[in-house]
């Protein structure tokens, strides 16, 4: 049946709808079939329910082979699509790529949470697409009460019970009053925060709240009702940043909260990006019958697409109504397709929009006509549970709401095993990074350590390196307990937990012997501060005074063939110079290796090993040798203002000298 396949990619509310309609207008020869990350229709508009504990996950997870009937349904990611074979690529989720061939092509698809659109938002805040994320945030309300229970500071049990939830369109309105319901709820539950109140703010960029609505009016209702619920608003707000310590707005206050929800921003998902064809606003345009233009067998509806409604001559928004709609005229056009007749654009009157702001409150304009309060709500409700699509799903929700009405939400934390042993952190320009003894690798950005007191930092960690006492024994961590590490940029770190690291670190075979290397200078750092500390040589030299000559350098443009010949075998490798006489890298044997295999006529400046960050003739010696253990070379280059070489900083010559005494006419203290 492949010549008669049509294939849908995603199974939410487009793709199961469209699979359902299928079904109804095309016989057993049309064999149907949803490619899907998960095997379940999530329903979206009841997520913030789930949140708010009001509502069981399982109902809003319908699976998909329960709402269809002969739909053939997979559960895999699809990697590529093959136009010229009329074939896709899916990915099983033990890592096999399997080949499909359609008829038709279907996206269905939705769209991401865009966690980039603020610095910060994926390391510290949580989004609500799926079933799982609605279920991580309430544990996570959960977690920050029965933390804040045991916190004996009372500024950190403010910042524990305060949640600030990012974006005041319908999304974010219904979050905010969901989890604000259910802080309210279980407060009760937990005697020790009776004096410490709970707060939620909302941040909206924009001068009203759901500025989808048409009516003004129905914005300023839900602005009162959210205040009233103990809710702060902030309008004409924009989230600058995220960090460890909460939400710095453009205006520079900052919202101190460990609690973040994030509701702006969406982004296409992967396989659309990666197909080729015009997007607007990062969803894929259709022609009025939803056809992908350039492509006879592709067509695109829901979240991902844009179409114009011959209704209105706008583009359809991305909303459960529209999809539902799309899908219903979308089958009915593959079978006049596939029966060689003409297709019909897509029509369709918006019959409003609902929202719900909290237990008992909601908005909705429905045809023009405008509701708010108790009567919106139970508007929200009963049209809602009409649209779950199926029969146990809708009474487990209807039984739900009668015990929520009844008794408190439960406070049960349910713990997930296999928790993750590594985490994203986000710090601001000037921020102290927080528990140094993990393992931090830096993904972008810049941090200086200091020492007590100290007015410069002691190292500099960049891109690329990773930090944290643990990484030391016991004595050198000691010296560092008054230390502290202060992002010099904005600073994204993946943080690994030590005992995961040393597992990892084991496990990488050839790998080990890199890491091992590298863990070991560090431990070299550990003992030289030590060194540094009761030994006041250190402080008696200066660079100057331990630079040699600059005459291992070679010029940039030396063939890669004539370095090796004037190699010195004496030598591990040497520094080179540009035509500026500024340092290009460093050639060793590994570059020349790698020269070898290539092109061996090229100039060596052109396969140099980056150099690092130069020194300088005044710099402090300890810190220069940090940054000659950390990168492994046998030298490193000293330049002048103008990046000019003055002379090569040669470890041996401060060895000797501390050796000898030179520095004070004595020898150092022993140990």
Known sequence: MADQRIIIVGGGFAGVTLAQELEKLCDTSTEIVVVSRDNHLVFTPMLPEVAGRSLSPLHVAVPGRVATKRTLWIEASVTEVDFKNDTLQYSLSDGRSVSLSFKHLVLACGTDANLEAVPGLSAHSFSLKTVGDAIELSN?????????????????????????????????????????????EIH???????????????????????PELNHQSLSEFTLKK?????????????????????VVLKSGRLLASKLIVNTIGTEPVKLISQLGFELER?????????????????????????????????????????????????ARNLVRRMAAQPTIPFRFRPQGLLASIGRNNGVAEIYGFQFSGRLAWMMWRAIYLSK??????????????????????????????????????????????????????????????????AKKPLIEFQEG???????????????????????KTPLDLLVIDPSAFAELSKALGPLDAHV??????????????????????????????????????????????????????????????????KIAGYLGKLELYWASANDLSQPISQIVRKAPKLLSADQDLFSATVELLRYEFDTLPVVDQSDQVVGLYNPMVLLRRLIEGEAVGRKPSSQ
């Open 140 to 184: 996570e309300v959960i977690a920050c009460f029965e933390q804040a229970a045991s916190e004996p500071d009372a500024e950190e049990q403010q910042k524990l019970l305060h949640t600030v939830v990012i974006g005041g369109g319908f999304s974010g309105v219904e979050v905010a009053g969901q989890i604000r319901d259910l802080m309210r």
């Open 188 to 210: 009760a539950f937990y005697p020790q925060l009776k004096e410490v109140p709970s707060h939620l703010t909302l941040v909206q960029h924009g001068d009203r709240v759901i």
């Open 226 to 246: 959210l205040t009233e619920n103990g809710i702060e608003v902030l309008l004409k707000t924009a989230a600058a940043e995220v960090t460890t310590r909460g």
């Open 282 to 330: 990062g969803r894929i345009k259709t022609d009025a019958s939803m056809q992908v233009p350039g492509a006879d067998n592709l067509w695109a509806l829901g979240d991902c697409a844009i179409t114009i409604n011959a209704f209105d001559g706008k583009p359809t928004p991305p909303t459960a109504q529209f999809a539902l709609r799309e899908a219903k005229q979308l």
């Open 388 to 453: 779950i699509p199926t029969l146990a799903a809708k009474i487990g929700i209807a039984l739900d709401w009668t015990i929520s009405a009844l008794f408190r939400p439960p406070v049960a934390l349910i713990r997930m095993p296999g928790a993750a042993s590594s985490t994203r952190e986000h710090y601001a320009s000037g921020d102290v990074v927080q528990n140094t003894d993990r393992v931090s690798l830096i993904e972008s950005g810049r941090v200086e350590w200091y020492l007590s007191n």
């Open 465 to 487: 390196d990773y930090f944290g006492t643990s990484l030391l024994d016991a004595e050198s961590r000691q010296l560092l307990d008054q230390s502290s590490a202060i992002a």
């Open 516 to 581: 091992q290397r590298s863990l070991k200078a560090r431990q070299i750092l550990g003992r030289l501060l030590r060194r540094r500390s009761e030994d006041s040589s250190w402080k008696e030299i200066d660079m100057r005074s331990v630079m040699v000559q600059p005459n291992q350098l070679k010029s940039g443009a030396t063939t890669a063939a004539e370095a090796i010949r004037r190699f010195d075998e004496n030598f591990q490798g040497y520094w080179v110079t540009g035509t500026d006489g």
